[in-house]
């Protein structure tokens, strides 16, 4: 439609020599629009901060520094990494949802944002409406190992030893209420088995428990068992994911227990309010830093699924683990230590 003709349907016609200030107001007026509106062809136009929610160090970490080096990279602008750890990743969580919603602010979580809130009495934000999902970034491969002598070599094995001798299996993980806990719970639900769980404060005491024979299995992420298992201290026994190891050939606990699938989640979030646009710019510009040759070498070495999902999917997974989790919690009546 020409200019002229477009006019006309909001100037008056009577007064024509007013029709020139009316023209001048009018395209004033749809200029400030235009500019004001959120757009994200431009963003950023200044720093933007990374808050990591858990501490230093750790492959979680290597990767979102990773990350956020190739995102300086495509920006041209500074991105800042500041650690707010502790109690779950609850403290920076709670950060992010409390920030600016401009897109300024972004966050890294784990699986703890998806049990949290069930698992942690309360919560100083709401995981669902305070919070603009960015992207899951990938997903981190489970291990169910055990020391080399044990009497069992794959999950059926393992099934029918506990089955055969009730309660005298048990089996370690880095804490109550881990993905690697939860999974394992859900996994006994599932098969009709008994394994006790003994927690432990991080995954390094919880291994040596396991080699020195005073535990029969340990949960963890394959990236934590996988130099015992090299080295032929420990034997995996099945991962909990929906698809192989790369490069391995370890049986998937769904061989036996049909639409079994638990990984760790890694991925990102904004503010609640963050501009549509800007949230999609981010998810675009992270899922070219995954594509990458280098973050796809190094999520293989961390036994990582890159999968650098949609917003909208990755809001539809978070709802969808949070009410799996929510059921396990329950059934299983697990409770903070």
């Not at 709670?94 to 944002?113: E, H, Q, R, W």
């Not at 961390?302 to 329950?330: G, L, Y």
Request: proline share 9%.
């Amino acid at each position: 439609m020409k200019l002229k003709s477009c006019l006309n349907r909001f100037l008056p016609r009577p007064k024509a020599f007013l029709q020139p200030l009316a023209c001048l107001v009018l395209l004033t007026h749809l200029g400030w629009c235009w500019s004001a509106a959120p757009g994200a062809t431009d963003f950023p136009k200044g720093p933007v901060k990374m808050i990591i929610p858990f501490p230093p160090g750790g492959p979680t970490d290597t990767l979102g520094r990773l990350i956020g080096q190739k995102l300086q990279e495509i920006w041209g602008q500074v991105v800042i990494i500041d650690y707010k750890a502790g109690a779950g990743t609850v403290i920076g969580v709670d950060y992010v949802a409390k920030s600016a919603p401009d897109g300024y602010t972004l966050g890294m979580i784990n699986s703890a944002f998806v049990v949290n809130p069930s698992f942690q009495k309360s919560l100083p934000y709401d995981s669902i409406k305070d919070i603009a999902p960015i992207t899951l970034i990938a997903n981190l491969q489970l291990a169910m190992v055990a020391r080399p002598d044990a009497p069992f070599n794959t999950l059926p094995e393992l099934i029918a030893y506990a089955k055969k001798n009730p309660t005298s299996l048990s089996y370690g993980t880095p804490g109550t209420g881990s993905t690697t806990h939860l999974g394992t719970e859900l996994l006994k639900r599932s098969a009709n088995f008994e394994i006790v769980h003994i927690p432990f404060k991080g995954s390094a005491q919880a291994h040596a428990e396991l080699l020195g024979t005073r535990i029969d299995v340990v949960v963890d992420p394959f990236l934590s068992v996988m130099p015992y298992v090299k080295a032929g201290r420990m034997k995996v026994i099945a991962t909990m994911g929906d698809k192989k190891l790369p490069h391995t050939d370890y049986p998937l606990v769904q061989d036996h227990v049909p639409g079994f699938n638990v990984n760790a989640l890694l991925g990102f979030i904004a503010p609640k309010g963050t501009p549509s646009q800007v949230v999609q710019k981010i998810q675009a510009d992270i899922a070219k830093v995954m594509a990458m040759p280098e973050l796809v070498k190094r999520s293989d070495d961390f036994a990582m699924e890159i999968v650098a999902s949609k917003p909208e999917a990755f809001e539809q997974f978070i709802a969808s683990e949070i009410r799996k989790w929510a059921r396990v919690i329950a059934e299983a009546k697990i409770q903070p230590e």
